[in-house]
């Protein structure tokens, strides 16, 4: 990757605006998987926010160790979905770069495909550790539905919905790169199941988040 291309992937280096015209254009990078990985961000960032809006007051000091403990869980959560956004725009970058080396020769051929599987291999693991990612905040958002500021409690629904987003759009950027892989690649073996419990997971752990949040604003 070039200066140029390293610069142009520095998505958390853009306004919003600008994030947004390039989601928007011909360009596939930063695509669905980045896009994944900022929504779970979003989701951290405000589970982060009711945490901060918790601690305090007298009426949530009962809770006030779990909530800090969520609120630091999420702001970690907050930075590492940011630089898996990052990292899916990169691997996808490698992959286009990798496309186009030349193929004239043996040793370019079997350097080209080498370049292509490892490319491939890290645009099917960022998504995955994105999916992961994403699902321990959706947990971190069950956690603060019920204890969190009453007057954030929308927030937290929030949280949890684009949390959820995140996981089942990662998801999917995962199950389209692993017919890519190699036979061999441990990987295309394993994921299957793993992404079948953070589906069930996620199901799960939103419905759960929701009814909280709904019975509080009720």
Request: net charge negative.
């Amino acid at each position: 990757m070039n200066d140029h291309e390293a610069h142009e992937g520095a998505l958390a280096a853009l306004t919003v605006r600008e994030l947004l015209e390039r989601l928007s254009s011909s360009s596939p990078v930063p695509g669905g998987g980045s896009a994944a990985a900022l929504a779970g961000a979003m989701g951290a960032g405000l589970v982060a926010m009711v945490a901060a809006l918790t601690v305090g007051p007298h009426e949530y000091a009962d809770s006030e160790a779990t909530t800090r403990e969520i609120g630091e869980a999420a702001a970690s959560l907050r930075d590492e979905l940011v630089e898996l956004a990052e990292a899916d725009s990169r691997a996808y970058q490698a992959y286009v770069s990798a496309r186009r080396l030349p193929r004239e020769t043996d040793a370019q051929r079997a350097a080209r495909s080498a370049a292509m599987h490892d490319a491939i291999t890290r645009s099917a693991d960022a998504p995955l550790r994105t999916a992961r990612a994403a699902r321990r905040t959706l947990e971190l958002a069950r956690g603060i539905a019920p204890i969190g500021n009453r007057n954030a409690v929308s927030d937290a629904g929030v949280a949890a919905l684009l949390a959820s987003a995140a996981v089942r759009g990662a998801i999917l950027n995962v199950r389209i790169n692993l017919p890519l892989l190699p036979e061999d690649s441990p990987l295309r073996s394993s994921a299957p199941e793993e992404l079948n419990d953070l589906e069930r997971d996620t199901v799960e752990l939103e419905a759960s988040a929701l009814a909280d949040v709904v019975s509080r604003l009720a």
